[in-house]
């Protein structure tokens, strides 16, 4: 079976078990999952043509109930973009425009040197929100062409990459002290992943801090440290909760991406055979109706929505890495 067959039963096993009779969101999801589900089906159309689920994307990307936080908006700035790449919506870039104007404005500020805030009460800033950040600008550049917004991805890049939040072993912890030091907690698989993605973006426009070198940093230092001794993937930080169940997902969907790159040829096939070996690590644990175990192992087996969305990630990106998809 195909890697792009093995994606569309799992995520029409995501419809069947965990749809809501509204068809505008998915059940227990935290809020800023569901746009990383409308991301991940709008992958699914992109690579495949099919549009089985198009409508279902486009309900939940209507639904903004829930949300609460920078981060929280910039996943919905993230999946309006998605979308718009084959919708070619106005709508959905002006709304992503709305939210990173807004943000923008209000959330940047010198404290530790610049970056934005991940809360609305100004409490923390971290990497999730300035990774989300630094790469929505660089894609409202590619589809608007205003330079506003290369500005803006070229001066966040710039920040982050002196922030302190990657550390030495070219991971990227999650936020900053009360000091605007990195705070040594866990270097979870999205903030390795969505860095990722905006590297990739950042790439297109400068080569300062060296983009493409660094994504390959981070992408080869993540890969030994989220490998476990069994060879299957292990998220840092011990038991997954809610969040974390999806983390993952995004990790994988930003290696597929860099794979397909023009990162050098030995990232690429360590990228390639690694994701490959996790794809099928992951198929192997479905039980009947492509019900896929979020942990990518048997036992313990967890069924759950971020689960079925991680394993599609995984079959996409695998697919990608090996040029049998296109992004």
Same mark, same amino acid.
């Given at each position: 079976?195909?890697?792009?067959?093995?994606?569309?039963?799992?995520?029409?096993?995501?419809?069947?078990?965990?749809?809501?009779?509204?068809?505008?969101?998915?059940?227990?999801?935290?809020?800023?999952?569901?746009?990383?589900?409308?991301?991940?089906?709008?992958?699914?159309?992109?690579?495949?043509?099919?549009?089985?689920?198009?409508?279902?994307?486009?309900?939940?990307?209507?639904?903004?109930?829930?949300?609460?936080?920078?981060?929280?908006?910039?996943?919905?700035?993230?999946?309006?973009?998605?979308?718009?790449?084959?919708?070619?919506?106005?709508?959905?870039?002006?709304?992503?425009?709305?939210?990173?104007?807004?943000?923008?404005?209000?959330?940047?500020?010198?404290?530790?040197?610049?970056?934005?805030?991940?809360?609305?009460?100004?409490?923390?800033?971290?990497?999730?929100?300035?990774?989300?950040?630094?790469?929505?600008?660089?894609?409202?550049?590619?589809?608007?062409?205003?330079?506003?917004?290369?500005?803006?991805?070229?001066? !966040?890049?710039?920040?982050?990459?002196?922030?302190?939040?990657?550390? &030495? +072993?070219? /991971? =990227?912890? @999650?936020?900053?002290? $009360?000091?605007?030091?990195?705070?040594?907690?866990?270097?979870?698989?999205?903030?390795?992943?969505?860095?990722?993605?905006?590297?990739?973006?950042?790439?297109?426009?400068?080569?300062?801090?060296?983009?493409?070198?660094?994504?390959?940093?981070?992408?080869?230092?993540?890969?030994?440290?989220?490998?476990?001794?069994?060879?299957?993937?292990?998220?840092?930080?011990?038991?997954?909760?809610?969040?974390?169940?999806?983390?993952?997902?995004?990790?994988?969907?930003?290696?597929?991406?860099?794979?397909?790159?023009?990162?050098?040829?030995?990232?690429?096939?360590?990228?390639?055979?690694?994701? !490959?070996?996790?794809?099928?690590?992951?198929?192997?644990?479905?039980? &009947? +109706?492509? /019900? =896929?175990? @979020?942990?990518?192992? $048997?036992?313990?087996?967890?069924?759950?929505?971020?689960?079925?969305?991680?394993?599609?990630?995984?079959?996409?990106?695998?697919?990608?890495?090996?040029?049998?998809?296109?992004?």
């Amino acid at each position: 079976m195909s890697l792009q067959d093995q994606t569309a039963l799992t995520l029409q096993t995501l419809m069947d078990r965990y749809e809501t009779p509204s068809r505008s969101d998915w059940r227990d999801l935290h809020a800023w999952q569901r746009f990383v589900t409308v991301s991940t089906l709008s992958d699914y159309e992109i690579t495949s043509g099919n549009t089985r689920f198009h409508d279902s994307a486009l309900n939940a990307l209507k639904n903004r109930q829930g949300l609460d936080g920078n981060d929280d908006d910039l996943w919905v700035a993230q999946a309006d973009l998605d979308m718009a790449r084959f919708t070619h919506s106005p709508t959905q870039v002006q709304d992503a425009r709305n939210i990173f104007d807004t943000i923008a404005s209000k959330y940047w500020d010198g404290h530790c040197g610049g970056g934005i805030w991940w809360d609305h009460a100004r409490t923390y800033k971290n990497a999730i929100t300035n990774e989300l950040f630094l790469s929505t600008a660089a894609r409202l550049y590619r589809f608007t062409h205003e330079a506003v917004y290369r500005n803006w991805a070229l001066k !966040s890049w710039a920040w982050f990459r002196s922030s302190g939040m990657i550390a &030495p +072993d070219n /991971l =990227i912890n @999650d936020g900053l002290d $009360n000091q605007c030091r990195n705070n040594g907690s866990p270097a979870y698989s999205y903030n390795q992943g969505v860095i990722l993605d905006g590297l990739l973006e950042i790439s297109t426009l400068t080569e300062a801090g060296a983009p493409q070198q660094t994504a390959s940093r981070i992408a080869l230092a993540a890969i030994r440290t989220f490998t476990s001794s069994t060879g299957t993937f292990q998220e840092l930080g011990g038991l997954m909760n809610t969040d974390a169940r999806i983390f993952r997902g995004l990790f994988v969907r930003a290696l597929g991406h860099v794979a397909a790159s023009e990162i050098d040829n030995t990232t690429r096939i360590v990228i390639a055979d690694w994701l !490959s070996q996790q794809a099928r690590s992951a198929w192997n644990t479905r039980k &009947p +109706d492509a /019900l =896929i175990s @979020d942990t990518w192992n $048997n036992h313990p087996f967890h069924a759950s929505a971020q689960g079925q969305i991680t394993a599609a990630s995984i079959f996409m990106a695998a697919a990608l890495s090996r040029g049998t998809e296109t992004p």
